[in-house]
């Protein structure tokens, strides 16, 4: 009898075991793709930054008088860079949504010159920038997506009681900065 008490113990041991060691690896996979998710917006946010000297140079041309803006839109490229390199989840939202407000402004600006506006230069400039914005809202719903699985095991039993063990915690989701849940206003 003893003999089978010990293998029955040995048995519910190994399974705790088993399910703790699954636990863990569940917690860390899902935390590594919300890291991964994240790299993608980083990835998304640095092209877009890369794109903007370009647009910059593009329209400088046609509108120099317009330094205030251009200056505007070097700061906040480099708040974009800079976010997507070391900043947290707000601060990247937040440099985007600067960068946002600097690009709608150079396209205002750029409106008010037909010749820029037919430029195949300029065209093919926006057209990358559009596909640029269209892949960063892809990445943020990506993003979203992975912190929404992790943070539903975070949270619920059995798998919160490994959380600690595993050093996963909830993650908090990439929201619009306060703003820009409307369209931006041009005005010309």
Do not use: C
């Not at 060691?21 to 917690?27: E, G, I, P, Q, S």
């Not at 919300?34 to 593009?58: F, H, K």
């Not at 990358?128 to 993003?143: G, M, S, V």
């Amino acid at each position: 009898m003893s003999s089978t008490v010990a293998i029955a113990v040995m048995v519910v041991l190994l399974a705790a075991a088993a399910f703790g060691v699954t636990a863990f690896n569940l917690l860390r996979r899902l935390d590594v793709k919300v890291r991964e998710a994240l790299g993608g917006i980083d990835v998304q946010l640095t092209r877009r930054a890369e794109l903007v000297p370009n647009l910059i140079n593009s329209v400088k041309g046609y509108a120099a008088h317009e330094r205030a803006i251009f200056e505007e839109v070097t700061a906040a490229r480099t708040g974009a860079t800079r976010a997507a390199q070391t900043g947290t989840v707000d601060d990247k939202a937040q440099a985007q949504a600067r960068l946002d407000r600097a690009i709608g402004n150079v396209l205002a600006v750029a409106e008010n010159y037909p010749d820029l506006k037919a430029s195949a230069n300029f065209l093919q400039l926006q057209e990358q920038l559009t596909d640029t914005e269209n892949q960063l809202a892809f990445a943020r719903q990506y993003y979203n997506d992975a912190v929404a699985g992790l943070n539903q095991r975070v949270v619920t039993v059995p798998w919160m009681f490994f959380t600690g063990l595993a050093r996963v915690g909830e993650r908090p989701f990439y929201q619009a900065a306060p703003g820009q849940q409307a369209p931006p206003q041009v005005q010309f």
